[in-house]
């Protein structure tokens, strides 16, 4: 049960002294200044710097942004055709806008071509390359894709386009770059290597419209921060690290979100019930950026971009309600694949764990299946790979535990596969149907030799040790202040101990549950998601719990709500203190 499992805890160090100056420091609680004590930030320098979040970087620090700006506005002041080639997901659509609307702006001819996830596939390929040159294109600018494509760049340019590369993911494994300007964040020695496409647009095109600016090019209206809205958007929906520089673009972004002038996101926030006043990172990744990747998943990903670039309302709020019809067309389909998925598992020899699982199905979604390993992988803690087959091939997603390089295991098993990319934690891939099975056995092989089976274990690291009576809404709204939560800077896990819980009751149809907690004489409210209206622990036993505490607002009430994340039944049953040493909780000796 996804949430409620039961992991491993894991306390870091916390030494007395280190938190006591940065309470008086920075003038914050004892329990925030665990939490950036246990995540590094022991250094007052450091944790106002984090907490400010005002991190930023010039344009310029991309190594060679200079040759790329260049082609640009070489084009932009000879009016020749300028084609922007994104990708299907949020981030390249969100990227593909940013510097159509930037463009635009400086009074470019500038068009855009989105891939066909079915017809197409990922990136950029000759067939495109080649429509693209007789349409009129006379410079290709891609977004979110095309570092590894090495032979498409080089017919381009045999083709008579020029070409500018940007992109975030990995190169090809032998090193070899598109003979083309490239503007990447980690190619290039960016000082935050992890940007996502929209926000390596968005950087150059603020060094475009610096130097436009000095030049005297044309614009027509509009400021380059209203796209903000977008590089938010997109940094939440893919998932990249919210630290450093992706932390302020978030944080800036959200406000900008928030009040965005434009027409699509505003009817994008109205289907999926969002309301602007409230929007978080979490409304933004499970209510807005599935809608928008919903048709690049399913169909064509023009309707999104069609959404973000229009001007007319009416016509907004018709692309939004599409985009709905076709999330909840997702959902289904995402239900299904995951259920025959879970079928598959079951029927595996369960006396011999697999360390990875490769599954497939032949009336798989080639779009949806990214979604479902990501699902598994937090259920069984293991690397997954789903594999869509249609006639003699496979179209895979994979995703994976942070102990293990799915890129890397592809290239271990490169031989069994037609072509191949992605990160660390996600990848995709193409196969011939008769490879699947040695495949599978090649990754299940590769994923014993590297991974411990303490990897497979989740593990919650927890934040702060807290008493019951800490746990109110000054606490709550304190703990804001480390937001954005996401990967590289989760949601904060407070641990209490010796906790009892009681009146326990379904909530939300049965789907999750409500209760109160005690620990120490103190009583909470609390409320556990996904559970079945159940609790993983019985009432009135020992626990040791850890928490999320949020500030929720209800009818017109603030209040602080505990949401359940972890339970470990205490070993003893007694209501004598855990052991401290060193001024610390020692849970596990």
């Known amino acids: 049960m996804a949430g409620v499992e039961r992991p491993r805890f894991e306390i870091r160090d916390c030494p007395s002294e280190v938190l006591g100056r940065l309470e008086r420091e920075l003038q914050v609680s004892g329990p ?13 320098a450091r944790a106002r710097a984090f907490l400010d979040g005002e991190e930023e970087h ?19 002041r000879s009016g020749e055709r300028i084609t922007i080639h994104g990708d299907y997901d949020v981030d390249g659509v969100c990227s593909t806008a940013v510097l159509v609307r930037s463009l635009r702006r400086l009074g470019a001819d500038v068009d855009w071509y989105l891939p066909d996830r079915a017809t197409d596939g990922y990136g950029l390929n000759a067939e495109t390359v080649r429509r693209l040159a007789e349409r009129g294109t006379r410079l290709l600018v891609t977004v979110d894709c095309a570092i590894t494509a090495v032979d498409e760049v080089a017919e381009a340019k045999a083709l008579g386009m020029e070409v500018v590369v940007t992109d975030h993911h ?3 494994a032998d090193g070899v770059l598109p003979e083309a300007p490239i503007v990447h964040p980690a190619i290039c020695d960016y000082p ?8 390596v647009a968005y950087k150059l095109a603020q060094a475009l419209e610096s130097i436009a600016a000095r030049e005297g090019l044309a614009r027509e209206g509009g400021a380059l921060e209203e796209d903000l809205d977008l590089v938010a958007l997109a940094t939440i929906a893919d998932v990249v690290a919210l630290v450093g520089e992706n932390r302020t673009l978030v944080r800036r972004g959200l406000r900008a979100l928030a009040g965005t002038a434009k027409p699509g996101l505003r009817a994008l926030m109205a289907v999926a019930r969002v309301d602007p006043g409230k929007l978080n990172e979490r409304s933004v990744g499970f209510a807005l950026g599935p809608r928008l990747n919903a048709a690049g998943r399913l169909y064509r990903a023009d309707a999104g971009l069609e959404l973000i670039l229009t001007e007319d309302p009416l016509r907004a709020a018709q692309v939004a309600e599409e985009l709905d019809r076709a999330n909840y067309e997702r959902r289904h389909t995402e239900t299904r694949i995951r259920l025959q998925a879970e079928a598959q598992i079951a029927a595996l020899d369960p006396a011999h764990p697999r360390a990875a699982y490769v599954l497939a199905g032949e009336d798989w979604h080639a779009g949806v299946i990214g979604i479902v390993a990501s699902r598994l992988v937090e259920r069984h803690r293991r690397p997954v790979v789903l594999i869509a087959l249609a006639g003699d091939l496979g179209k895979g997603s994979g995703r994976s535990v942070d102990a293990f390089d799915l890129l890397g295991g592809l290239r271990a098993c490169g031989g069994h596969l037609r072509g191949y990319g992605g990160h660390r934690a996600a990848a995709g891939l193409e196969i011939d149907r008769g490879s699947v099975e040695e495949f599978a056995k090649a990754l299940c092989e590769h994923a014993e030799r590297v991974l411990e089976p303490a990897d497979m274990v989740a593990v919650e690291r927890v934040d702060a040790v807290v008493e019951g009576d800490q746990l109110g809404i000054e606490l709550a709204e304190e ?7 996401g990967r590289g800077n989760p949601a904060v896990a407070l641990l209490l101990a010796d906790a009892r819980f009681s009146d326990v009751r379904p909530m939300g149809e049965g789907k999750h549950a409500r209760f109160t907690v005690e620990s120490r004489g103190v009583r909470s409210r609390g409320v556990a998601f996904g559970t079945g209206g159940r609790l993983p622990v019985g009432e009135g036993e020992i626990a040791d719990v850890t928490f999320r505490l949020e500030v929720n607002e209800w009818n017109g009430v603030t209040e602080p709500r505990l949401v359940l994340r972890h339970v470990r039944c205490s070993e003893e049953e007694s209501a004598a203190p855990p052991a401290v040493k060193d001024g610390e909780l020692v849970l596990f000796a």
């Open 192 to 199: 935050c290597p992890e940007l996502c496409a929209t926000a």
């Open 479 to 485: 703990l804001q202040m480390l937001a954005p939560f």
């Open 170 to 172: 990995a190169p090809r």
């Open 58 to 76: 010039p344009p310029e620090a991309f190594s060679g942004i200079v040759e790329a700006l260049e082609s640009i506005l070489h084009h932009v």
């Open 32 to 44: 925030l200044a665990q939490v950036l004590v246990r995540r590094g930030l022991g250094e007052p």
